[in-house]
């Protein structure tokens, strides 16, 4: 079984730029989480999904991030403009609806904004 | 969801039982103890969770005082490919799924 993939693994991208990353869950999981960690940080949670709804988007740091499932299927994280802080590895998770809350992470996007 | 506190760093040698730690002293009723550890730069991995009881799987035990205000993750015969971040996480089993990570523990495996 294929486990949460994401794509890019890397993004460069410059000030001011528009960059989206795509989170594509473990087939059959209705909740799809995303979390990202800037340099030195924890990792911190952003938003939740239960397939296309967002359930929780505490996390979120400011309206230049929009993230959306259509379908309940992939996920993308749109970030427009993208500042210098937001450089940080962006990870996503996916759990199944009923389980104890498992959650399955990709390998991240590595995205530097110069 | 409850506050965790793990040591920074520990070293463990290599085909002995790695013990880490984790203080969560203002757990509730309903929050289990989840571990997960992140392999150099890789997506955190699940390792194993529990509520009040002991668990073991085939990655590690995890054991849970009675009053369930700290835990201990064991890995039984530490490898050099163990050495991780290790993060203690406390939440509430509900489809919330929100994840607080710590700081972890840097655990180094040593031949």
């Known amino acids: 079984e294929a486990g949460v993939t994401q794509f890019p693994s890397h993004s460069v991208i410059e000030k001011g730029q528009t960059v989206t990353l795509r989170c594509d869950p473990i087939?059959?999981?209705?909740?799809l989480y995303w979390y990202r960690r800037v340099m030195g940080k924890e990792i911190k949670f952003l938003l939740h999904?239960?397939?296309?709804?967002?359930?929780?988007e505490s996390g979120m740091p400011n309206n230049r991030f929009l993230a959306e499932r259509t379908g309940g299927t992939y996920s993308t994280l749109k970030v427009q403009p993208a500042e210098l802080e937001d450089s940080g590895v962006y990870f996503c998770a996916s759990s199944q609806l009923d389980t104890t809350g498992e959650q399955y992470f990709g390998p991240g996007t590595r995205l530097t904004v110069t | 969801d409850a506050k965790t506190t793990q040591p920074t760093s520990m070293d463990c040698a290599e085909g002995r039982a790695a013990n880490l730690p984790c203080n969560h002293s203002t757990i509730s009723g309903n929050e289990y103890v989840y571990w997960y550890r992140q392999i150099h730069s890789q997506g955190p991995q699940y390792i194993i969770h529990g509520l009040k009881n002991n668990e073991t799987n085939e990655m590690a035990s995890l054991i849970i005082t009675e009053d369930r205000k700290s835990s201990t993750l064991i890995l039984p015969h530490a490898t050099l490919r163990d050495t991780a971040v290790y993060y203690c996480?406390?939440?509430?089993?509900?489809?919330?799924?929100?994840?607080?990570f710590g700081d972890g523990t840097t655990l180094t495996v040593k031949p």
């Open positions: 999904f239960v397939k296309e709804s967002k359930q929780d």
């Open positions: 996480i406390v939440r509430g089993n509900t489809n919330a799924g929100k994840s607080t």
């Open positions: 087939s059959g999981h209705d909740n």
